[in-house]
């Protein structure tokens, strides 16, 4: 009997949980390809390795831009490589059930795009599941209580806004700035300041050690190698925290700014089991230093961080794999 898949198919990152064992999988949504035969060369952690290191025939991609399928042949080679490592080629005779998640937002040919991929790659019958409910179910918050919880579930492509309450999601927002929105604004200021030239992963590696979103008890500081502009040689140049959040203000700010917008929202009694409960912070942005005090400041709601945020998401799916009740009550169990 083929396991029951749950896949957090993100902008970033793939996560799969498969029912009965857990997270299985956790790697980066990344392909490297050769541009001539158009054959897989590496999938996932083997693939991101190569971002900027490539010879002229091979070419490193992301399938998914800002949480949505942007190449949908390379999604379902990317697709197929976890769910075989997931469970085995030997055993997809017999096709697995399969959970995705995809952003609130997403269109109607959106997330048939998804679904399509997925039987592709060898589901049998996959079915979608919204990612901020996805992230609230994982971050242990009541979902299916006649009370109100809200999740903030920041990606690396999009930032998922939701109040749930009995199982449904009774406002949303999806926006498309998260994580790599935070990525571009180190890049410019690094070019603009420094006159440094980084790619994407280095703004990346940038921000998780030294990035804040609000100023520090003491500035933590990392030293940034990069290209110099004027000369074209390598260079190195020493940045701080203060400087990274100035850097990335702009895209945190619309963040803050479409949570005050569901907020404002929501109807007045789940507005207060929420002042009560407080903001749940999920996905990989949740570990940006000072982001729960920032949104605190701007809100004046209490603001908690997750647990293993970044595992948030798959968690929720693998959940609902193991609780058909939960199903049920989420009209997920269309299996």
């Known amino acids: 009997m083929a396991k029951d898949i749950g896949i957090d198919l993100g902008t970033a990152n793939t996560l799969v949980h498969v029912k009965g064992k857990g997270i299985v999988i956790r790697e980066p949504s990344v392909v490297a390809m050769n541009k001539k035969t158009h054959a897989v060369v590496a999938v996932g952690n083997e693939a991101k390795k190569m971002i900027g290191r490539t010879p002229a025939n091979i070419v490193v991609v992301r399938p998914l831009r800002e949480g949505v399928i942007a190449d949908f042949e390379v999604a379902e080679q990317m697709l197929r490589y976890f769910i075989h490592r997931a469970i085995g080629k030997k055993r997809l005779f017999n096709r697995p059930n399969m959970m995705i998640c995809v952003p609130s937002g997403v269109t109607e040919v959106e997330r048939m ?14 079915v979608t599941i919204e990612e901020p409910m996805a992230a609230a179910i994982g971050a242990g918050l009541p979902v299916t209580d006649a009370e109100g919880s809200m999740v903030v579930d920041i990606g690396g492509g999009t930032t998922e806004i939701a109040v749930t309450s009995m199982g449904g999601l009774v406002f949303s927002k999806s926006i498309r700035v998260a994580g790599d929105e935070l990525d571009k604004a180190v890049i410019a200021y690094l070019k603009k300041e420094h006159n440094l030239l980084v790619g994407d992963k280095t703004a990346e590696e940038v921000k998780i050690t030294a990035g804040a979103a ?22 190195n140049v020493r940045v701080s925290s203060s400087e990274l959040e100035e850097a990335m203000a702009e895209p945190l700010d619309a963040i803050v700014s479409a949570v005050k917008t ?7 009694e789940l507005a207060a089991d929420i002042m009560a409960r407080g903001i749940m912070l999920t ?7 000072g982001l729960d005090k920032l949104i605190n400041e701007k809100t004046g709601m209490p603001v908690l961080i997750a647990e293993e ?7 929720g ?8 009740r939960l199903r049920r009550i989420l009209a997920a169990d269309r299996w």
């Open 113 to 126: 795009a998804v679904e399509e991929a997925a039987m592709a790659a060898g589901a049998k019958k996959p």
């Open 214 to 235: 609000y100023p520090l008890e003491q500035d933590e500081y990392t030293d940034v190698k990069g290209k110099d502009m004027l000369t074209g040689l390598p260079k």
């Open 262 to 268: 569901v907020l404002e929202n929501t109807p007045p």
């Open 283 to 289: 996905g990989g942005g949740a570990l940006l230093k």
């Open 309 to 315: 945020p970044l595992d948030c998401v798959v968690r």
């Open 317 to 324: 799916t693998g959940r609902c794999l193991e609780d058909a």
